[in-house]
């Protein structure tokens, strides 16, 4: 029974991690939605989508499709921020305690020393700590192929 728990939450986890990506919906109809998932009923599956394009190359500013006619959900993008393993590289790195750090894995987020929050969106914060940080996030960023 507490398998079947954990495995619920990680797959809503892995849902709500699909958020603001860009995904590929196929229906079973055989039409397909293309689109930025900004929305998910975790009881339905029902999803919602935000500029979108269909198969008949239709542009539409938002979509909300049933789960039940939902047969896939491809993501286009993965994200190449990691929480948990930017923690690891501030502390490594950084010299950044983990008492002073908490990952958030549902949401892919770090908060450190409650004031600073790291996200695929950046870091927001201020001060020196948050200057070490963004300075660090740059460079992570670097290691994983990408630039901010």
Do not use: C
């Not at 393993?85 to 490594?92: D, I, K, S």
């Not at 914060?125 to 901010?148: C, D, F, N, W």
């Amino acid at each position: 029974m507490a398998l079947a728990a954990e495995a619920s939450r990680r797959f809503a986890s892995k849902l709500n991690n699909l958020l603001d990506k860009n995904v590929v919906i196929k229906l079973n109809n055989g039409s397909l939605y293309k689109g930025k998932l900004s929305g998910i009923d975790v009881n339905t599956l029902s999803i919602a989508l935000e500029e979108v394009t269909d198969s008949n190359n239709n542009k539409w500013p938002l979509v909300i499709l049933y789960g039940g006619s939902i047969t896939e959900i491809l993501v286009e993008e993965e994200s190449i921020f990691n929480a948990r393993e930017f923690a690891e590289y501030l502390a490594r790195y950084g010299g950044i305690g983990w008492h002073l750090m908490k990952v958030y894995d549902d949401i892919n987020v770090l908060e450190v020393a409650k004031t600073i929050r790291v996200s695929k969106d950046g870091v927001e914060g201020a001060g020196p700590m948050a200057q070490k940080i963004h300075t660090l996030y740059v460079e992570y960023l670097r290691t994983k192929g990408a630039s901010r």
